[in-house]
């Protein structure tokens, strides 16, 4: 148990992390800034998984880890999509989940943005021809931006993230 | 075991012309229509558990349908296989002794079509609404394309839940879509105020047809195939397939490729579970507690990538060993992170069980019964917290296992807590034994070269969740028929009875406790 006294006497001093990565840093304070010009200080982003293998979910949870740690820069995943600005769609669309991902896409009030996340939601992957998948994201919705990777990073997914905001800047 | 016992086992209904021992040394017992009945009843008799289930079209010269009967009997490395030609596409189900049968059994109905008569529920289990009546993927008569699905889906065609009637009970959907960042499935709950009267679950969102679009293809091309049914277990899984072929191709392996297998594979356990724990801590509103496993949990993907070039060491796993080699810098980075690993893992185990809050939460809550374990084939550390010592590495070695013993805890409460604790320990011995790989590491090549030759082996694996079947029939050098079952399979039953009797909000806590992949089941 930590001394109460000695915390107001000693500095405070937080584990140092030796892992710590200038470029992620970089790219997140510029995405900070523009999420402040586009969305107003708070991008709400929601997200769907059509059938994907379950590693971009893994990588979009370590964007909220301590490492990496995005609400920092505005960036907050938000648990309805009425509450949503984007809509990150991960894995080949399912036959199985075509109606519930439309359902989702119908729910985000505009202005909305669809970003396809991994090599299944982009249309290349290994599923891509099966009978069970229909395709990549943009076979039923509009998709504004596709990361491509198996799974992204999320130091890819935040860069994804920055070029989506150029894109909204720049239609 | 040996034939004679197989044999015995089955009280003497099959001669010893028909028991045959395959590539992956599981016995295959040739069984007739006449004498089943009563060699499932002394196969019942006998506490032999449920294991796997599975069909196949024209194997070996049999034109109709084959279904496979894998058992396991408790302290014995060999699995048991009944075969049983079929000859039209009704037959009898096994419901009745094997009540876990049907997952299995309405699996292969929507792959094959083949009907079991006596089965508690005929639901289509993979093939949600709008695929067509009649569509059955996996026949022979089916290439793999794009279909045409159901545009509309009318009231009666919906899937049927199980209702709970009274005064105030009320019904809960829960998904596909999840309020968190998690993979879709449907949990059904009928409620009373908090209190959950009965839980169905309702999976395969995610049916991608792993099965069917690898038939065709060579071996070689097949791992990544095996690498994508789920990401979290991606070395379980292609590990799983490429001993198959290897045992059906006698490839011998060299030594290094698998020592650095078994590195990778305790690394997946190591990273899986410090995700469950930090997710039963965050479920508990504790994000203080959680944070010090997420940390860790990211170096260990930065290790990873550093090992394969992949976080989730995709891309290394090949047919005859890996597909390139790792560098010994990088061991000798992930041997100082382990040797430090303990300490801080310790010091984030002990923030969360000081707590009291959250031992209030964790403890009695989502009980997992030892009757159900045996019943219901529940495996990994859901089975190891509910007071059943089973692990495929100690029970059926393969690989490094056969020498190196892992040290598994066995606790008899089968609550949250106990999970926790389970996971926990199971995350320091795998720590051990990489230290242990690193330093008796040999030198030499990863790969080998190999022919493929045709035949059909059974390979099982524990991956972080549990135990993990894979089957797979090579014939003209191409995979036939790939039949995949990974732990969640089994495991989800599990949850609809650990949830009798909780509230609603400990439902979260619950099904991260048990941590179940929603791909790996759906495939």
Redesign the interface.
């Known amino acids: 148990m930590i001394n109460q006294l000695l915390n107001i006497v000693k500095p405070k001093v937080t ?1 140092d992390f030796k ?1 710590r990565d200038t470029e992620f840093e970089e790219i997140g304070i510029q995405l900070k800034k523009e999420i402040a010009g586009i969305f107003g200080r708070s991008l709400a982003i929601r ?16 964007l ?5 740690d995005v609400e920092r820069f505005g960036v907050s ?1 938000v ?3 009425r509450h949503a600005d984007v809509l990150i769609v991960t ?2 669309v ?7 991902v439309k359902k ?1 896409y119908d729910a985000t009030p505009e202005p909305k943005f669809v970003v396809a996340l991994g090599d299944d939601a982009c249309g290349t ?3 891509k ?5 229909v395709g990549g994201v943009d076979q039923i919705l509009h998709v504004d931006l596709k990361i491509p990777g ?2 992204p ?1 999320p130091k890819d997914i935040l860069k994804g993230l920055l070029a989506l905001m150029e894109k909204i800047k720049n239609p | 075991m040996d034939k004679k016992e197989v044999i015995g086992l089955l009280d003497g209904n099959t001669s010893e012309g028909c028991v045959s021992e395959g590539c992956g040394g599981e016995f295959y017992a040739d069984v007739k229509e006449e004498n089943f009945k009563e060699i499932i009843n002394s196969i019942k008799s006998k506490s032999l558990i449920l294991v796997n289930l599975f069909c196949a079209e024209n194997f070996e010269g049999y034109f109709g349908f084959t279904l496979f009967y894998v058992f396991e009997k408790r302290g014995d490395r060999n699995f048991i296989i009944l075969k049983r030609r079929i000859e039209k596409d009704k037959t009898t189900s096994i419901c009745e002794d094997y009540p876990a049968a049907y997952w299995y059994e309405r699996e292969i109905t929507d792959g094959f079509g083949v009907s079991f008569r006596g089965i508690f529920d005929d639901q289509r289990l993979f093939l949600h609404e709008s695929y067509p009546a009649d569509f059955h993927p996996l026949q022979k008569s089916f290439t793999n394309r794009k279909i045409e699905v159901k545009k509309t889906i009318l009231p009666q065609e919906e899937y049927g839940f199980k209702n709970v009637f009274g005064e105030g009970v009320y019904q809960i959907p829960v998904g596909p879509v999840h309020a968190g960042i998690i993979e879709p499935g449907h949990f059904r709950f009928s409620v009373i105020g908090e209190l959950i009267l009965n839980l169905e679950v309702r999976m395969f969102y995610k049916h991608r047809g792993v099965e069917k679009i690898a038939e065709g293809k060579t071996p070689h091309e097949c791992v990544k195939i095996a690498e994508s049914i789920s990401g979290d277990e991606t070395i379980a899984n292609s590990a799983a397939f490429c001993s198959a072929v290897e045992k059906i191709s006698k490839i011998e392996v060299p030594e290094r490729a698998i020592y650095l297998r078994t590195v990778f594979l305790e690394m997946e356990r190591i990273y899986s579970h410090l995700g469950d724990l930090a997710g039963m801590t965050v479920d508990v509103a504790f994000p203080v507690g959680a944070s010090p496993f997420f940390i860790l949990r990211e170096e260990t993907f930065r290790h990873n990538d550093m090992l394969t070039g992949s976080r989730f060491m995709k891309g290394i796993m090949d047919v005859g060993g890996l597909k390139k080699d790792v560098s010994s810098e990088a061991l000798s980075n992930l041997s100082v992170f382990l040797n430090k690993f303990t300490k801080r893992f310790d010091e984030a185990l002990d923030i969360v069980r000081s707590s009291p809050s959250v031992l209030d939460r964790f403890e009695r809550t989502g009980v997992v019964k030892k009757e159900l374990v045996s019943t219901l084939n529940l495996t990994g550390p859901v089975a190891r917290a509910s007071e059943t010592a089973i692990d495929t590495r100690i029970d059926h070695p393969y690989g490094i296992y056969e020498k190196i013993k892992p040290s598994i805890k066995v606790m008899g409460e089968g609550d949250v807590k106990t999970r926790f604790e389970v996971k926990a320990s199971e995350i320091i011995d795998s720590a051990n034994i990489i230290q242990k790989l690193i330093n008796e590491m040999p030198g030499g090549s990863v790969n080998s070269k190999y022919k493929i030759s045709d035949g059909f082996s059974l390979s099982v694996l524990e991956s972080p969740r549990g135990q993990n079947v894979h089957w797979v029939y090579v014939k003209n050098g191409l995979v036939d028929r790939y039949k995949v079952r990974t732990p969640s399979f089994c495991n989800w039953r599990a949850i609809e009875h650990a949830v009798i009797g909780d509230i609603v909000p400990d439902f979260p806590l619950i099904n991260k406790s048990m941590n179940l992949s929603y791909a790996g089941t759906d495939l």
């Open positions: 584990e892992f997200e769907v998984d059509s059938g994907s293998d379950n590693s971009p979910e893994i990588e979009l949870v370590n909220t880890a301590p490492y990496y995943f648990a309805s999509p894995g080949a399912t036959r199985n989940m075509e109606i519930a989702t992957g290994v599923f021809d099966s009978y069970a998948v198996n799974p990073s």
